[in-house]
């Protein structure tokens, strides 16, 4: 995972719009926003009006390493990085120095495209919560282990003007992300003398 290390201010969470899924059998989403899979009706859904567009997270039940459902109303932008825990863990909880193992799948807000995704890689990435963006930062400390939590991202607590993720990522895409906090690592060993 290259995410660029954090840079830029601290941001307020800005007003966001929360909404559940309806009661009947057809799941329905605020105006403008993508509608939510019969199959997802009964989860904890999130729903972000953006500046533009807007975003619905959704997970299942049983989706123990299956990324949540992220569906886009593109180009979907925001002003202030929001965060949301879809699914509350009972671990320890996450400190900025913490090793943590998470999974994780990033899109692209203006094209909805992934850009990353360590569900599709089939197995969990470890890393210090200092050493990634703001808004991916953020989205983590706190946090308790087990937790599965949605965090939409500016460029300013993101990659910034000059974009990233190899690419896919421009100055100025807004970023989205869904994670799934499996577990605290070991810190590596020191390296010794002479090695």
């Not at 123990?64 to 932008?77: D, G, M, W």
């Not at 965060?83 to 009972?90: E, N, P, S």
């Not at 953020?138 to 190899?166: F, M, R």
């Amino acid at each position: 995972m290259k995410l660029k290390p954090l840079i830029l201010v601290p941001a307020a969470v800005a007003a966001l719009a929360l909404a559940g899924c309806s009661s009947d059998d057809s799941p329905k989403a605020e105006e403008g926003c993508p509608p939510v899979p019969a199959e997802y009706k009964a989860n904890p859904t999130w729903q972000v009006e953006g500046t533009s567009g807007c975003a619905v997270f959704t997970v299942t039940d049983d989706a123990k390493n299956q990324a949540p459902l992220i569906e886009i109303a593109t180009p979907f932008s925001v002003d202030e990085t929001q965060v949301k825990t879809l699914i509350a863990g009972k671990g320890p909880k996450v400190a900025e120095d913490s090793n943590v193992n998470v999974f994780y799948e990033g899109v692209n807000g203006t094209t909805e495209s992934v850009f990353d995704s360590a569900y599709e890689r089939g197995e969990p990435t470890a890393f210090q919560p200092k050493g990634v963006v703001k808004g991916f930062k953020q989205a983590l400390v706190g946090q308790n282990v087990g937790s599965t939590v949605a965090v939409v991202i500016p460029p300013k607590d993101g990659y910034g003007e000059e974009g990233g993720g190899d690419g896919y990522i421009g100055g100025e895409d807004t970023i989205v992300f869904a994670v799934k906090i499996m577990g605290l690592a070991a810190a590596p060993a020191p390296a010794q003398a002479g090695q």
